[in-house]
């Protein structure tokens, strides 16, 4: 059974640093084709924040984590870290590691997010 379990979540004052983990069972994260990070604050729909596609290695992320976080994994804990570094107000929200699989569909196939962990919360005061 696949399982995705977050840590390293807490409180801090802007600008402010937080490294969250994803601590992956089940699977290794070599055999998902991608992994990475989403957060959702109230009211809002959950949004994507980075991903490392494991193939490669390359990395993405969105304009909001651009400069400021690292996504990162470690094979051999298997595990998943982003840091996140001069944090601000409009960072808190919950945050959830994810792991992709492909999908085979029409003769092609895509990379698909498909689990998910419970969240871990990111609190930043200003």
């Known amino acids: 059974q696949v399982q995705l379990v977050e840590s390293g979540g807490g409180s801090v004052q802007a600008g402010g640093s937080l490294r969250l983990s994803c601590a992956a069972s089940?699977?290794?994260?070599?055999?998902?084709?991608?992994v990475g990070w989403f957060r959702q604050a109230p009211g809002k729909e959950r949004g994507w924040v980075a991903t490392?596609?494991?193939?490669?290695?390359?990395?993405n992320y969105a304009d909001s984590a651009k400069g400021r976080f690292t996504i990162s994994q470690d094979n051999a804990k298997n595990t998943l870290y982003l840091q996140m570094n001069t944090l601000k107000p409009e960072d808190t929200a919950m945050y959830y590691c994810?792991?992709?699989?492909?999908?085979?569909?029409?003769?092609?196939?895509?990379?698909?997010?498909?689990?998910w962990g419970q969240g871990t919360q990111v609190t930043v005061s200003s």
């Open positions: 994810a792991a992709g699989t492909r999908v085979y569909r029409y003769g092609g196939s895509f990379c698909q997010y498909n689990y």
């Open positions: 490392i596609y494991t193939g490669g290695g390359s990395t």
């Open positions: 089940g699977y290794t994260f070599n055999n998902y084709c991608m």
